[in-house]
């Protein structure tokens, strides 16, 4: 809309939220994280999940899309550096060789969602007749571009991509590092059952809830979702799916520790 944002003053609320959390004072950071808001209300620099995450404020249903927006443009040049040479993460492969266990493929046509830079899109090339991406970072797809992977890429946020598509129909649908920037899957889950055929495949990776709150997702203290193994199936189940396998996996390495995970595959009834 052409809003303009005292970016100085943006900049020092949110780095004054840092400083306060880093010195352990939680409600002086929330206070600058709302301050933060009420100045960029789009949130660019995903406070209302830090917020979550601080546990000052309700789990929101996802990361808010500038947030995610900037979060991947800023980081498209280093990102393989940083997810797979940094923190060791092979979800796209172990997504390859699960597939390939189940005896599944090859398929017709695979939409990936939250595409980043290709990485699926690679593990699965020589599976897949047409191959189609769709991130909400144009900086990612650009590099996607560059790799010449893809017969088509489209940038948006996925949820409303899937909502909106009312032609395309597909056998193989893959979300490898999509969950941990939505809370609610409902809309996630139905959107990929009325974009696949009958008997088609979902295959994607979660971020695991593991301690015993009773909620069906949380924002972690990293500021990415973490899901209860039981909500994944329920939405499943839901939405049209039947489970094939939700293996357990280590997603990434996260300050040194493995983040435990999982690599579900569901098939539309």
Do not use: W
């Amino acid at each position: 809309m052409g809003r303009k944002i005292d970016e100085p003053a943006v900049a020092e609320a949110y780095n004054r939220a840092l400083e306060l959390e880093e010195a352990g004072n939680i409600e002086g950071a929330a206070a600058a994280l709302r301050a933060y808001l009420a100045l960029d209300p789009d949130d660019c620099g995903g406070a209302a999940v830090r917020l979550a995450a601080l546990g000052k404020a309700e789990v929101p249903a996802r990361a808010p899309d500038a947030y995610v927006e900037v979060l991947f443009d800023q980081h498209a040049d280093a990102f393989e550096d940083i997810l797979v040479d940094q923190l060791g993460y092979d979800v796209p492969a172990l997504v390859r060789r699960k597939l390939d266990a189940l005896g599944l493929g090859p398929f017709k046509r695979m939409l990936d969602l939250g595409c980043g830079t290709g990485l699926a899109a690679e593990a699965m090339r020589d599976r897949v007749e047409e191959i189609i991406g769709i991130d909400i970072s144009s900086r990612m797809l650009d590099v996607c571009e560059d790799k010449d992977v893809y017969e088509g890429l489209y940038c948006g946020e996925v949820e409303d991509i899937l909502a909106d598509n009312e032609e395309d129909e597909f056998d193989l649908i893959t979300a490898c590092d999509l969950l941990p920037y939505l809370g609610d899957l409902v809309p996630l889950l139905e959107g990929a059952a009325a974009n696949l055929v009958k008997g088609g495949f979902f295959a994607f990776s979660s971020e695991s809830l593991t301690t015993g709150s009773g909620r069906p997702f949380l924002v972690a203290p990293h500021q990415r979702f973490v899901h209860a193994a039981d909500y994944v199936r329920t939405c499943l189940g839901d939405a049209g799916f039947e489970l094939v396998c939700m293996d357990e996996i280590n997603v990434r390495m996260q300050d040194g520790q493995p983040t435990p995970g999982h690599l579900v595959v569901a098939r539309k009834r």
